[in-house]
């Protein structure tokens, strides 16, 4: 029973009294590529026999009264309780350490982290949780691997029916979609008013729920009801799979509102750059529009010239295009500024998730997961090893006007749609606001907490 | 986290003062306890009875499925061992150096297989058992939440990460763990994905602490404290631990003028205000009180202090107190400060949020040179030590139980449940399966403490029929439709839910007291 080489000095001294107690001793780590002794200790540890190596390793308990962020802040703080921020800091330093290939703070950092972190806790813990995640990827070197079994454990859980609840849900609390929809659809109506053969290409994975309602405008206008036929090209390839059903609802919609309908998709592209006017079946004499929900961020950085050509090539009569304000364009150049960006990001969607859902909330949770696969997507993975539009690499609103003006001019939107959208916010609790900002006029931009969030414009040829 | 004040919860507790001194008198020859009832003992009587809760099928399943999985992993040792193991799910070699699986169990068993092995167990737990309830879609009734494809699939993958875990096949096992933790949530209706989705965070975590090479924990005490007082509203058990213990000390104080209690983890003291009420009404008057309360911080234990001494003043009682934030096995016992003509009485309530009292042998030498009239123990019934296979399977059987219990009284969205099981049980889920054991340090624990004070100078005292009396007072607060089982033999206390015991209460003195 009695310990044989533990009495010895122990490491824990020198660290007990140390000043800042956080930085306990760390004992010499070894660089990445000499971890072995590490294996066979960690091994020895859980086959609870050899306590001869362990305590070389044993990184001392720490016994904090109030707050654990006093600790290692040294800035005597808050409890974590009232929400300190905790995780951004203890996150940032990581990702320097990592881009300064320091391994001991890395090993360091990752500890806490993982002692911290949980994906069922407060919102730091949740982001420390999944940025531990993508860190942790990234310092195994494998992200790739990780995305990919991620994303098809998410994919095999899918559903119809799960998809669409946790869309409708999503659109019940929160305004982060409903917001581009309705400005989409009111610069479609109005670009395509008066048209009798419509064709929308809709490159989304919304699963069509931005439709019904224009469906529905279309359906009582004062003219006579147009053709309206609806291309809807998929990215993600977890929507893929529930397409067929929602094809059905959309046709049986269609028929009630008694409009002439005809519904395509088009899946598996490997590239946006792909498609052609022939593959979309656009036709002469048709009237088009291409509307860009979150499909713009998913296509690969040096594309995006290229993908925005060919929607010219289509001829269309408006471009409508949505996407989230945070430019994640290169994670290779400067990883430190990338992860800042993006821990920047979605802290605030998941504050905003924390306030719009319940706090058992299983939609949450899913939306929360599908976070978590962005994360790893967008810091761990290397960007030459991509296949099929899963590169999740947004820009800002100001940046994809960069590109689109090369092919297009901007619309303004209308004060009918405006109105439109200030009436749709209103539905929702506070903090939601839309801006329009009157400098340089690139669109619409929705922001929770005065921080723009999701971003919507319209373009003309 | 304090709230002021604590409330004597039952005036009807007073009620409980005769006692039989006998219990007292030592015998004149030394009766060794030699079979106290372990685990397995406790475990093999459920698995006999003829209910269908989720903790009894996984105990079946987790044991058939070990066994065949530990011996697939034993013939591949031997193949393998030669060829280098370019596992494609292995951790890149740059960053990870020799993390090499040894066996790779994933390969003896593809998609096809786990039916096959699945559908075979069921027949033969069919054959054993009697019970018709496993068939996909089966009518056990603890089983609906399980009967549908998703859960066993779910519980099946967590087995195999576990074995993986326990064959050192961190990659493979980092790959199920991914899966594991995008398809089972924590808030789902069903207690065994909740279960699962904790079980599979707490196997990421070693995981990563693995690769780290640490074993240390970090702990959120404000958390941890918080969600205690929560479980305490809502659960039996502790409230089962502490006035079936407070009766066992209140006998043992039969007649003493002079009394120390040391309380090996304070928290914030709720068990002592129904003593101390006790105490200062007893027909021969009020002793002088002292007690020594240990705990992680000495904030905390102060405050806990401070309330206490209120309490003690206002019921009128001679009372000191005494902060030691340290463990009780890192301690002196000069630090204890005991005086010759007091009776000492030791309380433990063991848990697995954190380390409360250091190494297991000084723990005990100090408890023989300390000498007590009485110590109280309350122990959970799961063995912190073993393997790690052991301590998963362990560990599952019983914090499903918990889990279940919680689950049967609470509604699925319910934020104090849900604080509960992360901030509690997740806490301790983590704990048991972590590196080093509960409790995060690699030393060795003791199996079970009632063998080593029976082994060690200490007599048990059994727990007396006023003990159950309390006990029962005390789950007639929480329904009996609920389903706890209060079960008393071999001098202890246990209590469970349905079959499986949970705590068990016990009460030990030692030769050299007074």
Redesign the interface.
Known sequence: ???SS?KGASPSHNSFHSKRRSRHIVPPFQS?????P??S???D????TN?NN?HH????????????SSDYSGAGEE???TGDKWASRLLMECARALSDKDSSKI?HL???L???A????DCDQKLASYF?QAL?CK????GQ??YK??TS??E??NSFDSARKLILKFQEVSPWTTFGHVAANGAILEALDGETKLHIIDISNTLCTQWPTLLEALATRNDETPHLKLTVVVTANIVRSVMKEIRQRMEKFARLMGVPFEFNVISGLNHLGELTKEALGVLEDEAVAVNCIGALRRVAVQERGAVIEMFKSLGPKVVTVVEEEADLSNSQHDFVRCFEECLRFYTLYFEMLEESF?????EK?MLE?ECSRSIVRVLACDDEQDSGGECERRERGRQWSDRLKEAFSLVRFSDDVVDDVKALLRRYRDGWKLTQPLQDETGLYLTWKEEPVVWVSAWKP | MMKGGFEVVHATLDMIQPYHEPIWEFPTTTTVISSIPRQSTVENRCINFDGNELSEWVEQITKQHIDDLSAAAETETGLQAETSMVCEDSFAPSMLGHFRPRKTVRSFLDGSCDDEELQWRNNELEDNQANNGFENGGNGRGLSSLSDDHGLSLITLLLECAVAISVDNLGEAHRMLLELTQMASPYASSCAERVVAYFSKAMSSRVINSWLGICSPLVNYGNVHCAFQAFNNVSPFIKFAHFTSNQAILEAFQRRKMVHIIDLDIMQGLQWPALFHILATRNEGPPTIRMTGMGSSMELVVETGKQLSNFAKRLGLSFEFHPIAKKFGEIDIAMVQVRREETLAIHWLQHSLYDATGPDWKTLRLFEQLAPRVITLVEQDLSHGGSFLDRFVGSLHYYSTMFDSLGAYLPVDDSSRQRIELYLLYREINNTLAIGGPARSGEDKFKSWRSELARNCFVQVPMSSNSMAQAQLILNMFPPAHGYSLVQGDGTLKLGWKDTSLFTASAWTSHASR
């Open positions: 029973m009695k310990l533990a990445p590529d000499q971890l072995e590490w294996s200790v960690a091994v540890m859980h086959n609870n306590t362990y390793h044993q990184l001392q308990n720490i016994h904090t009264s109030t707050s654990l409890p974590c309780a090993h990752l500890w806490m993982n002692e911290l949980s994906p069922y806790g531990l942790f310092a195994t070197d494998s691997r990780c079994t991620l454990a998410a095999k859980g319940a706090p058992t909330s299983n949770l997961r």
